[in-house]
């Protein structure tokens, strides 16, 4: 990992004796390819008017400053600076104290003969690597919320003269505002039909960022989907009709129940339905089938439009990806439906997916939703439910790096609980309550390291083996920690994707 040349970084050392600090000081000097900055401090209270005055991004913080501690210390680096990582040095090593400085937000906890065998370097380049994805994420999260902020600045500044238009529209064209002759009663519904056009997809921009964002609980009731499903049939007539196509409906006789919100639910057939005709050639074909297997309720509309190239098939369901881009691409819209679609379909514990045999051939969208009863328990999902409750437990002894990880790991689902350990005794007491979905385990951590505890792990019955993701910035170690029982492995440093891609797969294996 390549340091920007004009960087600096600065460093603390804070130790009572004279020969520790100037040792240390001058090791660190010494450190090839990072511009530093060390200054030293003989107490706490030294410490903490030298961090008054200026920043630091790490500091070494030996445990015995009398008449204080190095804990007492580290709690007030904590609380006045948080983005200052701190190493806490002492003459001994004591797992009781190691705990404890980690658990107050220590970095690392190292001896002084480990410091003195320590790669200082590469110490300071996982410093300078967790700062980084820290001052990222504060970024991001900064980035994320103006953009919510301009939706709903947009959503109010577009929607409100939308809904004048619309309605000054629908007026004058029923005849409110006296008689209209042919050509402005053709005007009127052409100004109409597109005002709610953009309406509709101004709502389908602020409903990705509801079900996306969890902005709002959705309840699931009992909903027949045979008769949603005639009804928005009916409701796409009009569109059928002006293509002339002809509809075949396969949807039996019996009523099949779902779990849903039903408006939104038929927001998705609505768009499935919109699509199947908007592609489709004047005077073709549409089928619609419906059935049950397996306790889920399968839903099929197929359609005679142009098709899905293989290579376009990945990306149908992105946001904003609409195929033949361009100027002149025959199917107007902004990509929205398809991701909307899925979104709300998984909130919903199903799965929609595409099938079509290439350009040409046509397209088959295809629905699952697991079925209920007509008198089921209506239930509540908190944002978007990619699985039902899930625990993870993060082992690792670096605080940063566990504040990035649980920052990943909200992007997955409202539904994961997280527990942390700073060492393998404390995940190992912690499994003797509660036993996670997922272990997410550093190799390194003072103590026990993370191949004794996989090693621990692999001792379990079958029935109480716990998956486990290692993360390890040591390329030697990859395959050891596989061949100790790790599902997965991640070298450091990893990317957000990455990360959340492992953990679902791991999350939603049988």
Known sequence: MQEPAESTFSILVVDDETDARTILKANLEKVPHVGLRVDTACDGEEALLKL??????????????????????????????????????????????????????????????????????????????????????????????????????????????????IGYANTMKDGGLGPLNEAQQKALTAVVERAEGLMATLNNILRIREVREGTRPVLLKPVDLRALLESQIERAGKEMRRKKLTLTAGLGEASVWVLADEEKLGDVLDNLLSNAAKFSPVSGNLKVEMGMSNGRARLSITDQGPGVPPEIMPHVFERFFAANQGPTREYPGLGLGLPLSKEIVEQHGGRIWLESRGAGSGTTARLELPVCTANAEPSVVEGAEKFRKKRVMIVEDNPDLVEVLMLFLASVSRNVEISTASTGFEALEKLKDSQPNLIILDVMMPGMDGFEVLARLRRLPDSERIPVMVLTGYSDAVKRARDAGAQEVLLKPFEKDVFVKKVLQLLQAP
């Open 52 to 165: 008054k005055e200026t920043s630091f991004d790490l500091v070494f913080l030996d445990y015995r400053l009398p008449p204080s501690d190095g804990l007492e210390i580290l709690d007030k680096i904590r609380q006045h600076h948080p983005k200052t990582a701190v190493v806490i040095t002492t003459a001994a090593g004591s797992e009781q104290i190691a705990v404890a400085a980690m658990k107050k937000g220590a970095m690392d906890y190292l001896t002084q003969q480990d410091l003195r065998q320590a790669d200082l370097g590469q110490l300071l380049r996982r410093v300078i690597e967790i700062r980084n994805l820290v001052n990222q994420n504060m970024e991001l999260r900064q980035v994320n919320q103006m953009k919510n902020e301009f939706i709903a600045n947009v959503s109010h500044e577009l929607r409100t003269p939308l809904t004048v238009v």
